[in-house]
């Protein structure tokens, strides 16, 4: 065998060794572009970090403008019937066309949050109620008053979106401790509204307190860029790259990995569609979402604003009352418009509030141990005995005491309702359903706080239990 044959047979032999060595890699870069992710699977490999804590602090932040908007009724209240001389059933009309603005804003705007995303409705609705509240400062009529306070509920509707937002970032086994502890945003706004009140009410007058109020607002506008539009609303909208990035955003805010291979989730044409809170699947838990809604709406609400009613007119049955509270809202020769609160009375209503946050930790360990489903059932029967309760003639920190209580039982039993509602539908549908269960809630806001009384029986109905679920992403119809 001569040299050149012998060459040719070395390079040859050399070539085979070297396609064999190649192989194993090719076939490990094949098996690796084979594999695939959902963002449900990226949400739970990513796990908690640094984005979810900036995510909780932006995102919480939203729950003060809400509290805010809401509590400014019941500070502003005394202050509008005695500039307009305003009989109850205005001063009542006022509450009812916020939450009127809300309810109808509130099926538009999960409509368009699972049509458009999410981002544009709660950023929108930062800016539109910020922009109708500081117009309320300036309002010339009681007419002017309250249509703009509905636009300012419309705007509000739009920000209580965000609570769909921020759930579909969390893994699942944080949700449960995460979302509650965003109470402490909603007790702040009610605070902060109330100490405005206070120190501004008297001094300058309830018109530069709703100017000051929307500063939280302008500065969350502000801070609202470091919040991305949902991976989930962009799966479901076939915008996988988008998604893809705002994943490996968070990926690398938080020092974390994606999954291996390649994200994969069919879009979906089906988005914001009503027929699928209706379908076979969800209808029974539709209509119980809703009426549980109702419940917890009416029950919330009953408790602040009729608080702030009765401190105002002086209606408790108190047995150690101050001087204070022995001038009457009626009289045999009319009514009188003028009783503003008193220091007592914004320290009732700022102890009341405290109520929101000292109850959490037992709220998380009903959501991780008996589930979402008991969770309601049980805090609904007791916010029915505590408003029975009140009707008990007692001392003023007999009162504070009951009321204290029943704020932090029925604002337990709001977070449960919020969670279950964004954890049991799917992607194509959540924002919707959040919208419509809200708009059900402004209308028991609307109207009086017994009927918590039949409110839990419908809880133990609901057909699924959703603690530790993984979020739907996709729905089928059956």
């Given at each position: 065998m001569d040299d050149s044959m012998k060459t040719q047979l070395v390079s040859a032999i050399h070539l085979q060794e070297v396609e064999l060595q190649e192989k194993p890699?090719?076939?490990?870069?094949?098996?690796?572009?084979?594999?695939?992710?959902?963002?449900?699977?990226?949400?739970?490999?990513?796990?908690?970090?640094?984005?979810?804590?900036?995510?909780?602090?932006?995102?919480?932040?939203?729950?003060?403008?809400?509290?805010?908007?809401?509590m400014l009724l019941a500070v502003v209240s005394p202050e509008i019937r005695c500039e307009w001389h305003l009989d109850d059933w205005q001063v009542a009309l006022v509450s009812t066309m916020v939450f009127l603005g809300f309810m109808v804003c509130g099926v538009l705007g999960g409509y368009i949050a699972d049509r458009y995303g999410r981002w544009k409705v709660v950023f929108g609705g930062f800016v539109w109620s910020a922009y109708f509240s500081l117009l309320t400062s300036f309002a010339p009529s009681y007419g002017w008053f309250i249509f703009l306070r509905s636009m300012v509920g419309c705007g509000v509707a739009g920000v209580s979106q965000g609570f769909v937002l921020k759930?579909?970032?969390?893994?699942?086994?944080?949700?449960?401790?995460?979302?509650?502890?965003?109470?402490?945003?909603?007790?702040?706004?009610?605070?902060?509204?109330?100490?405005?009140?206070?120190?501004?009410?008297?001094?300058?007058?309830?018109?530069?307190?709703?100017?000051?109020?929307?500063?939280?607002?302008?500065?969350?506008?502000f801070l609202f860029k470091f919040i991305p539009e949902s991976a989930r609303y962009n799966v479901s909208a076939g915008n996988i790259e988008a998604a893809v990035k705002t994943l490996q955003w968070i990926a690398k805010m938080n020092r974390a990995s994606l999954p291996p291979g390649q994200l994969v989730e069919p879009a979906e044409k089906e988005r914001g569609s009503w027929r699928i809170l209706l379908s076979s699947s969800f209808r029974r838990t539709s209509l119980l979402l809703w009426y549980s809604w109702f419940v917890a709406s009416f029950a919330y609400y009953g408790s602040v604003l009729s608080s702030s009613e009765l401190l105002e007119k002086n209606l408790l049955c108190v047995t150690d009352g101050d001087q204070e509270h022995q001038v009457k809202h009626r009289h045999e020769d009319g009514l009188c418009y003028c009783i503003p609160f008193g220091l007592s009375d914004y320290q009732t209503l700022l102890i009341s509030c405290l109520g929101e946050v000292a109850l959490v930790p037992i709220n998380i360990c009903l959501l991780n141990v008996v589930g979402r489903k008991m969770s309601l059932t049980v805090l609904q029967l007791l916010s029915a005995v505590l408003f029975m309760m009140v009707n008990i003639c007692t001392t003023m920190f007999g009162f504070t005491v009951l009321l204290f209580l029943l704020r932090s039982l029925v604002s337990m039993n709001f977070n449960v309702v919020y969670i279950y509602t964004a954890e049991v539908y799917p992607t194509v549908a959540r924002s919707l359903g959040m919208g419509f269960c809200t708009s059900f809630s402004r209308i028991g806001g609307m109207i009086a706080p017994f009927i918590a009384q039949v409110g839990s029986v419908s809880c133990t109905q609901v057909s699924s239990e959703t603690r530790g679920r993984a979020l739907q992403q996709i729905y089928m119809f059956y």
């Open positions: 890699a090719d076939n490990e870069q094949d098996t690796k572009t084979c594999q695939t992710y959902t963002v449900e699977e990226a949400v739970e490999t990513i796990g908690f970090g640094r984005f979810h804590i900036l995510l909780f602090v932006i995102m919480g932040s939203s729950n003060i403008v809400e509290a805010m908007e809401i759930t579909e970032f969390i893994p699942a086994k944080y949700r449960a401790y995460l979302l509650p502890l965003a109470t402490i945003f909603w007790m702040t706004g009610s605070m902060l509204i109330i100490v405005l009140g206070m120190l501004v009410v008297p001094t300058l007058g309830w018109r530069w307190m709703i100017r000051i109020s929307v500063t939280p607002s302008v500065i969350l506008i």
